[in-house]
């Protein structure tokens, strides 16, 4: 198996912890260590660092190197520019032989069981050799969330792999209640297997431009990505094919897990700030705060305070998305 981390973020949604220098993927946000040192010691666990990638961004290369010292240059592939997880996952594919199995997952999620990790990886390793498919990684909600994408399922076809049959947007609460009760649901982890020459079929199927454009790429070569790269589209591996495909299957994934897509996701896992030494709260509910400063809070509800030096946040949770509104105009300053 080839394990390939996806690295490219930029990590707007965690302004002002993050920059576009070091977005959130190398941030030390549960221990000290950072997310992307995380995601590799849990696929280290069990898989030899000279089957781990990362695919990443030409900028981030030295940070990468520094995080994970242990890892050959060669095993990080450069994306001269962003085009989304479509292109990325073909690039990361190309490293396997042909009926080896590919393991995608984000750089930046929460996982702290290795051992469930683990079971839930060779599971998916079994389906994708089993099934010749495209395998997906369902998390069993514990909630009504409205912060994932949802797997729908059909009845099991063997223990813990389920045949989908449709992929759904982030809900609404009345939806996401709905699909919690009647529980053939589950969160899109955007973690996948699949054997390589079953990816590169189904590529050829639904995206023939991208497979016609990456497929005879060396994905080693930087003069041949330069060349080819910014004129591929910008697609998620979702839309791309995941949505498409008549051969996707989930494996079910029962451990404790976070995309960590915000601060929302932050605070959830961490819980209210109201029992912090810095932190004083007068007619205040539902706060949030990351600081080392003494921290007031008079008359509000519902807020987090992120105090960085880079700057400060102060947001309603529920307006957590336009923090990339406020990215924007710091970019057009030069100071994101």
Known sequence: MKAIILAGGSGERFWPLSTSKKPK????IFSNKSLIRETFERLNYRLHSEDIYIVTAEKYKNETLKELPELDEKNILLEPVARNTAPACFLGTLV?????????????????????????????????EKYNGLITMGISPTRPETGYGYIEVEKEIEKKILKVSSFKEKPDLETALKYLKEGNYYWNSGMFFWKKSIFLEEMKKYNEDIYNSLIKLNPFNTDQLNQVY?????????????????????VKAEYEWS?????????????????????????????????EKNVGIIGLDNIIVIDTKNGILVVKD?????????????KEKGEF
Do not use: C
């Not at 995309?259 to 932050?266: E, I």
């Open 96 to 128: 396997a032989d042909d009926n080896e199995v590919v393991f995608i997952l984000p750089a930046d999620h929460y996982i702290p069981d290795k051992e469930k990790f683990w079971e839930t990886v060779e599971k998916g390793v079994y389906a994708a």
């Open 318 to 330: 529920n307006r957590i998305n336009e923090i990339r509104e406020i990215v924007s105009r710091l």
């Open 230 to 250: 910014p004129d591929l589209r910008k697609i998620s591996i979702d839309y791309a094919l995941m949505e498409k495909s008549s051969i996707v299957y989930t």
């Open 25 to 28: 993927q190398f941030l030390k």
């Open 259 to 291: 995309d960590v897509g915000n601060w929302v996701s932050v605070r959830d896992m961490e819980g209210f700030s109201d029992k912090n030494d810095n932190v004083y709260l007068i007619d205040s509910k539902n706060v949030f705060v990351k600081s």
